[in-house]
């Protein structure tokens, strides 16, 4: 009878021969091992051992222990995948924004990622780290869609302008975009930077301190993000719903009713009855309705 940790060897390269594993699938850990076949730590440790030792699997950093290439030609594979990798990765993140943008970031799992690549899932973490990698890979993908202009309009307030526009764009072609970055929290964006330099070299040589440079910056990326973020919601909204927003506002008149007859809110029922029930509250037309405002307050600070 084969010895323990022979058996652990031998039953994990038919699991490989036969398909079950595949180069860049995680092997059972050594605590997994253990537990499952009713070994020691240290024999299992040392089955794991043997297999590194013929090349069968390999120590992956932040993954564990993964099968291995097949042995032959592995190095010049590896030497002519230095750009396979890089098209690889990239392949990784379209497609991870693909699932982003029709279901929502939430949806975005390695496994579901892995499913649509035809790819097994700790395969994916040889080309990205984890969820929080290729999140921000996706940013810099998504927002280098909509580039800002080589040539940079005169003026401050035109300037401004370009950079709030297009990051609009960008959050109305990928909704999720405003739910994953924070004021206080910012990602480490060389995209996101991009933005910010083009703010403060707009801001360079107006009468503004350091401080409020960051606060004109700061004030007109969230106003943005702010009602881009509605977007999602919304999306969210329908998805968990089924509901339009119309067939759900229709669904309120009962209660609004209730509110123009209490008394209690005159004001703001006046102003429904004075739009006799026709208001659409189209984004877009909010972000228009702001921007030029929002600008022309700013001046009366920078000016």
Known sequence: MAAPYAEIVADIKR???DGRLRPGDRVPSTRQLARDRGVALATAAKALALLAQE????????VGTIVAEPRGGRAAARRSDISGNEMTRERIVRAAVEIADADGLPELTMRALADRLGMATMSLYRHVSGKDDLVLLMIEAVIDEFPLPEEPPDGWRARLEASARLQWTGYRA??????VTSLTRPLPSASLLRHTEWVMAALAGTRLDATAKMHVHTLLYSYVQGIAANLELERQAQAATGLSA???????????????????????AGVVAELGG????????????GLGPLLDGLAKVID
């Open 15 to 17: 699991r490989i021969a």
């Open 55 to 62: 090349g069968v699997v390999v120590a992956e950093p932040r």
């Open 174 to 179: 990928h909704p999720w975009m405003a739910g």
């Open 246 to 268: 119309d067939e759900f506002m229709a669904g309120q008149e009962e209660h609004l009713r209730w509110v123009a007859e209490s008394g209690e809110y005159r004001a703001f």
């Open 278 to 289: 026709d208001f659409d509250l189209d984004l877009d037309r909010l972000f228009e309705f």
